[in-house]
């Protein structure tokens, strides 16, 4: 268990050399949690602890985050904190990372398998517009094997020509409008995608695009913030 407390302030255990008369004695407190989480309180000072620009009176920060005490002094949170505590963090949030990068290889295949399944089923609307050529094709062959009048073939292929052309209609319409669901879907895939198939570093959170797993886990790193995946 750490749960380690620094205090800060010009009477404060911490390593700042604090003189401004702004700042008071025990002016805020940094705890480091047991999972390693840091909070900064404000303890009641007189002229106010700031994160961003913004007064806190308790904020949970990182080792890179930026406080201001009082008007001016101003600190970086990995300035008082210990070199051990951040080995500790670093090593706590590469385990995160390892792990959220693990949880990405599921997503990667329920999105290829779904994609998959999509575009087959507008394969299958492909082919079935071909059919009515075929059927014209192999009512004109059978007919000719069947019988040598001419007559009766071009009838039966004149037949076949319109039932054809009405039927390649209706599935003309079935087959736009099923392209238009399809594309939709497609859409709706890839917008879910992007909003999971993230850098698993949560100072990053870029979207790391079509590459698949196997890809990233070689590659082992994030192009942009260039964290460790594995």
């Known amino acids: ?3 380690m407390e620094i205090l800060i302030g010009t009477a404060g255990n911490e390593s700042l050399n604090i003189t401004q008369p702004d700042v008071s004695r ?3 407190r940094l705890t480091v ?12 000072s007189t002229n106010g602890t700031y994160v961003q620009g913004h007064k806190v009176l308790r904020k949970r920060v990182d080792l890179n ?4 005490l009082g008007s001016t002094f101003k600190f970086k949170i990995s300035q008082v904190v210990p070199a ?11 385990e995160e990372i390892k792990s959220k990068f693990k949880a990405l290889e599921a997503i990667w295949n329920e999105y290829s398998v779904e994609k998959r399944r999509i575009q087959k089923e507008g394969g299958k609307s492909s082919i079935l517009s071909r059919l009515p050529y075929l059927i014209t094709i192999a009512s004109g062959l059978v007919t000719r094997l069947c019988s040598d009048d001419f007559l009766l073939i071009v ?3 004149v037949g076949s ?21 399809m594309s939709q879907e497609l859409e709706r895939l890839d917008e879910k995608f992007k909003e999971s198939y993230l850098c698993p570093n949560s100072k990053c959170r870029t979207f790391l695009g079509y590459l698949p797993y196997g890809s990233l886990k ?13």
């Open 84 to 94: 051990h505590i951040q080995d500790a963090i670093a090593l706590k949030e590469q």
């Open 155 to 157: 009838c039966i292929l």
């Open 218 to 230: 070689t590659t082992g790193h994030c192009n942009r913030c260039h964290c460790n995946f594995v």
């Open 26 to 28: 025990i002016h805020a």
């Open 33 to 44: 949690k047991d999972d390693m989480a840091l909070v900064l309180e404000d303890m009641e």
């Open 65 to 68: 985050t930026v406080v201001r």
């Open 161 to 181: 020509f319109i039932v054809s052309s009405i039927a390649i209609r209706f599935i003309d319409k079935k087959s736009e409008k099923r392209k238009f669901q």
């Open 1 to 3: 268990m750490i749960n």
